[in-house]
């Protein structure tokens, strides 16, 4: 196979619709050409995003026991070290972190555009100080790490629990009319009879902008259509499963965008 | 075995469990297959776990090219045909810390490529998610489109480049 065949092949490739032979021919041509190894990674790359285009549906509970039971019962490949554990906060995490080369920095999903984001990081960051875990989170991570969140927004906001206690963030793009919602710290509810609801407050009057995904150890993240020309507000109320046309109860989350 | 990492795998269940089984759905029409699927790619990624270098990527981009691919073979099996070798070592990705900031990533980073997919006219999409979610080779494209094979290319490459281009601004390469 030669460079133009293969450049012609790229998008099969990436999407593995070659047929056998084919396959075995592109393989032999990216170990010999490092231009289109390159290229057909980063092809690879883009088709594999695919894969956040499939709805997120819901597993059998009995599903989450079977895939813990299964994990207990399996040896891990020659354990040197247990990368995954940081997951999981441990003492010490912060000092053993290394800080990320060129290579890794590169590879951060969003743009930083150095004009843009330092603008809308230094905002995220006056809004993040003192929120609690976000604060933490500010501590332990750079300032590029944390833009990666503001970059292309507009404004950021503190979402306060019981009127003052920071529960987390709204990061508005007013490009696109959209938010972004990450809590933090919020209980979980009995799915059975309730559920959290996100509103858009303007006036005194609300209006849904869907539910919020069950938070997992407190956090929760959800991406609503929001105009702050129409609404200055977001709400988060405890309604039964399926959500509310209005709110039936106090809200427990606030954010001023 | 460390226990730190299996509360890792249990958290990285939690919040990609959904996505999991969304995707290995989508392609195998199939609860209980998808259910063997998720099963499998977890067990993978907890066997591969120590190898994941934490700086060089994302460990729910490697759960996703797992589950894809366990799929697709999954398919192909049903049909009698040939399994794949995974294309990529985990060396590729990197682990998560299953952070807030990161969950919010990965729900903007969806929210991006629906919108770079919607970019992609209507007969490079679908030629595009036939090889994707339904695990065709181009000649099998093109024979279920009735259209010639060098049609199917192009409309893999191109779509797949409009996808490209849609996404480089807000992704760094």
Sequence with gaps: MNCEEAEDLLGAWALDALTDDERGEMAAHLRSCARHAAAAADWRATAARLAATADVVAPPPALRSRVLQAIAATPQDGVARPVLAGAIPRAGDQQRRRPPPVAAARRRFFELRPAAWAAVAAVLVAAVIGLGAWNAVLQRRSGADVGRLATRASSVSALRMNGTQNAGVVVYYANEKKALIVTDGLPALNAATQTYQLWAISGGRARSLGLLPAPVGGSSVAVVPFDAGSAQRIAVTVEPPGGSAQPTTPPVLVADV | ?173
């Design chain 2, 1 to 173: 075995m460390q226990q730190g990492d299996q509360e890792a795998v249990a958290l990285l269940y939690e919040r990609y469990g959904g996505a999991a089984y969304g995707l290995a759905y989508r392609i195998t029409s199939d609860g209980s297959a998808a259910e063997d699927v998720v099963q499998d790619a977890f067990v993978s990624l907890w066997k591969q776990a120590p190898r994941f270098d934490p700086e060089r990527g994302q460990v729910r981009s490697w759960l996703m090219t797992i589950v894809h691919h366990r799929a697709i073979d999954a398919v192909r099996r049903r049909k009698g045909r040939n399994e794949r070798a995974l294309p990529e070592g985990p060396e590729e990705f990197v682990a998560t810390r299953g952070r807030p900031e990161e969950l919010a990533e990965w729900t903007l980073e969806a929210e991006a490529v629906r919108e770079a997919v919607r970019q992609v006219p209507d007969e490079q999409r679908r030629t595009i998610e036939m090889a994707y979610f339904e695990g065709l080779t181009h000649v099998e494209i093109a024979e279920r489109m009735a259209v010639p094979l060098g049609t199917v290319k192009s409309r893999l490459r191109i779509g797949l480049e409009k996808m490209r281009a849609y996404l480089r601004p807000r992704v760094v390469e």
